[in-house]
């Protein structure tokens, strides 16, 4: 992996981060309007569990993966979907294994995938090396949309289900 690579997987790990700190952020000053607040992570996280979940993760990537046309498999407004996806299901599963994320077994996992899948991506250099403001955009952006949509569904399910009970 060279330099421009790793910028580039920084700033996707960026990112979901991002993206996470404004969930939580959300979520937060929800549960002042929702009651009971939202059980937190109680039992031990347990990682061997965690490791097998995120491989699963890492199964439906492959998966999505090969529907792409190789010639397009570097190309980043092709993959970003599937990208999307992986980085949440690693979140869904983290959580539903009482596991916060993102987390160290995560982010080595990720890192794990970008090495698997776009070790041959040199061909596409330029894609990497200068990424354009729009690129960079949808790069940080979309993470943040699917969260914020996650985020909103969950909150109207909830308050529909105050409503029914
Ligand atoms: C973690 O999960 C594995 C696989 O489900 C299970 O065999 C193991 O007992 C669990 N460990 C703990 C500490 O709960
Ligand atoms: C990546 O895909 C987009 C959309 O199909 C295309 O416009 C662009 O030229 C592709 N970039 C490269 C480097 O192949
Ligand atoms: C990368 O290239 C090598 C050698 O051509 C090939 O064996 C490997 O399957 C390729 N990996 C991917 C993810 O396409």
Partial sequence: MDTHELA???LLIVGVLVSTWMMRGLSATDSFNIEPTPP???KACNESRLH???EVCGEEFKRDMEHIDPQYRCNLTHFISEYNIFTLCT????LSVNCYWPNPLVERYIIHIHKHFF???TLEREEWKDPSDG???????VPIVL?????ALVVWCSKRSDILA
Avoid: G, H, Q
């Fill in 8 to 10: 580039v997987l920084k």
């Fill in 91 to 94: 979140e869904t599963k983290s």
């Fill in 135 to 141: 690129k960079l955009m949808t790069l940080i952006l």
């Fill in 52 to 54: 097998w979940e995120v």
């Fill in 40 to 42: 937190r992570p109680s």
């Fill in 147 to 151: 969260t914020l949509a996650m985020v």
């Fill in 119 to 121: 070790s041959n991506c």
